[in-house]
């Protein structure tokens, strides 16, 4: 598999015609392990609470956990995800080619960004404020990466390339770092980087 690495550092896989299917068979993973997905979604939620937020766009909502903590809480949920799954409160955008269509508070990508054939969209999303959660590339050891994951993964960032993704798209980094690795470490050392962004062009 190749790879190019663009200016901000992000890393992108080149040929991008053979993705995996994303259907109900690759949600069955999380629907095991829904106490941990509920965990994370309620993590999830106090980060996005540091910024306000009355409307929330989840892209790539999966199980949908993190919509629903957010209806509990009297937000106006919204989300797209490729298998669509019917999340109670929430309200789906469909249209894969142009997912994200009216304006939102907030619009977060938790694990999304990464499985994306672009990236460079965000530019022209109408939000005030961005989440991203994404695995953090390691400085060595790219090849044995636990998150490579070819055809799955389609870019991968470290903390700088990520901020320099964002700030080269309008965003300015509110925050950046590892608050999800308190729940999912797997080794130690970074493991999921999280940014919050805010659009300010």
């Not at 068979?25 to 910024?51: H, P, Q, W």
């Not at 106006?76 to 080619?97: A, H, L």
Request: charged share 25%.
């Amino acid at each position: 598999m190749k790879y190019l690495t663009r200016g901000t550092g992000v890393v992108e896989q080149v040929d991008k015609s053979n993705i995996i299917n994303y259907n109900e068979s690759y949600l069955e993973k999380y629907d095991k392990i829904k106490d941990l997905c509920y965990n994370m979604a309620y993590l999830r939620y106090g980060i996005a609470s540091r910024v306000k937020f009355n409307s929330v766009f989840d892209f790539g909502y999966g199980t949908g956990e993190f919509l629903e903590v957010c209806a509990k809480a009297n937000k106006s949920c919204y989300g797209y995800d490729p298998i669509n799954r019917k999340i109670k409160d929430v309200y789906t955008e469909c249209n894969p080619s142009s997912p994200i269509n009216n304006h939102y508070d907030l619009v977060t990508f938790f694990d999304s960004l990464e499985h994306m054939k672009d990236i460079d969209f965000i530019k022209n999303i109408k939000c005030n404020y961005v989440i991203v959660s994404v695995p953090c590339m390691p400085n060595e050891g790219f090849n044995n990466w636990l998150h490579k994951r070819p055809n799955e993964h389609l870019y991968h960032f470290n903390v700088s390339s990520l901020k320099n993704h964002f700030e080269s798209k309008g965003y300015k980094c509110l925050s950046i770092g590892n608050p999800e690795d308190v729940i999912r470490q797997s080794e130690l050392k970074p493991n999921i980087i999280t940014g919050i962004f805010e659009k300010v062009l």
